[in-house]
C-alpha cells in the first residue's frame, strides 16, 4: 500500500465528488477504552458515515481494564479492528510495530496531551496526517512532577502533530494551551450526535423499573464513575427535592466503578435516599432511556463539549449542569439548559431541578429535536469536517514548526439551518 494521506474527495479537474475512493482511507485512532462514554459514542456515531466514505477505521485503546471494550462490534461492523495496548512500560515498542505493520494514513489520537507521545511514535513511522483531539478542559491542579510531564507531552505534540482540534474553545485553552489561535493548526470541532440511535426506544420502562409513582420525577445523570462527575451529588438533591414536596428518583447510568458506586449509595443513605438512587451501569440504550426521564441532571466538573447534555437537549428533555465554559457553548445556541454554580449545595441544584421542570412546558420535543438537526451540532457537519481532514492532500503539509496559516475558518460548524 502507497504510505501517502487518503487521496481528496473532490476531482480537481471537475470539482465533483467521485464518491470513495478506490483505495480506502486508512484511520488508526486512539482512545482509552471502547466503553459507553462521552468521547466513545461521539466517535462511534461517526463510524456509519466514514465508513460509507471510504474510510477503513482501526482502533487502539490504552485500557487492559475491558480488552476490547462493549463498543469494538460496532467498530468491527464497519470493517475495522480493536487492539489493546495497555499503558505500560512496553507501549512504545508495540505501539511502533502496530505502526509500521498497519501503516495508516491517519492516526488520530484523543488522549489530551498523552497525545504528545503517540504522534511522535507516529512522526517516527512516517504517517503522514497525526491528530491531536482534546476532549475536555483539562482544568485540574495537577503537582509538580505531573506538571513536568505535561510539559514534555506538550512538546512533544507541538513538535509532531499536522492537526490539534478541540471539542469546544475552552478544550484547547485549557487542554493544549492558551494562546491556541496563534497556532495555525489549531481548529474547534464540534461534536455531533446520531439522531436514529437517541430515537431507538428502550426495552425499559423507567419509571416501573424504579418503582416510581405516577407524578413523581425521574431525574437522569449520564456519564462515567469517576470523581470529577460528581454522581454523588444526586442523593442530597433527591433529599432536598423531598423536602420541597417533591418526591423523585435518581437514575445513574453510565461506566462503572467500585469505588465510586460505594460512595454514591453511601451519600443516598446519609440523606435518607437509598431506595431512590439507582444504578444502572453501562447502557446501550441511553436515548431510550432519557427520552422517558423528566429531567437531565450533569454535575460533572470536568468536561470540554459535554455529550450527557447535548443529547438531553437534542430530545427536548430539560436539563441541569454545572457552570462549564462548554455547557455556556451549548446553552447559547439551544434552549433547555439550566446553569448551575459549580459550587452550589444541593439545595440550590434542587431548586434549578424544580424550575427546569416547571418551564419543561415550553419545550415540544419533536421541534428540539428538528432545531438540533439544523445546528451546528449535527453529526453530518462533524463528518464532512472529519473527511476533510483525513483526505488533505500531504503535499500541502509541512513540518508542524513551519505550517503556514490557513485562510479558512478555525471552527468547523455546520450552517444553523
Known sequence: MSHDACPPTTDPATGVDPGPPARP????RVVGELNFGGTELRIVDLLPR?????????????????????????????GGTVRPVPLDARLPGRFLRLLRDLRPDVLHADCANFSGALLAL???????????????DDNQHRGARR????????RLLQASATDILGVSP??????????????????VVLNGLDLDRLRRPSEIDLRVAVGAAPGELLCLTVGRASPEKRRWLLPPIVAELRDRGIPAHAVLVGPSDPADDARVRAAAAEAGVPDRVHLFGPRDDVGGLLSQADVVVHPSLLEGLPGSVLEPVALGVPTVAADLPGVRY?????????IVDTEAPAARWAEAVRRAVEDRAGLDRAEATERFARSIFSLDAAAEVHLALYRRQPARRQPAADVPARNESRTYVGSDR
Do not use: K, M
Open 122 to 136: 507516529a512522526a517516527l513511522a512516517g504517517v503522514p496526517t497525526r491528530v491531536a483531539h482534546f476532549r475536555s
Open 50 to 78: 466514514l465508513a460509507a466514505a471510504g474510510v477503513e477505521p482501526h482502533f487502539v485503546t490504552l485500557s487492559d481494564r475491558i480488552g476490547p471494550g462493549p463498543l469494538a462490534a460496532a467498530v468491527r461492523r464497519y
Open 147 to 154: 506538571r513536568a510531564q505535561r510539559w514534555v507531552l506538550g
Open 170 to 187: 475552552s478544550a484547547l485553552t485549557f487542554g493544549y494551551r492558551p494562546s491556541w489561535e496563534a497556532d495555525p493548526r489549531c481548529r
Open 330 to 338: 451549548i446553552s447559547e445556541h439551544l434552549p433547555g439548559v439550566v
Open 25 to 28: 482511507c486508512r484511520l488508526l
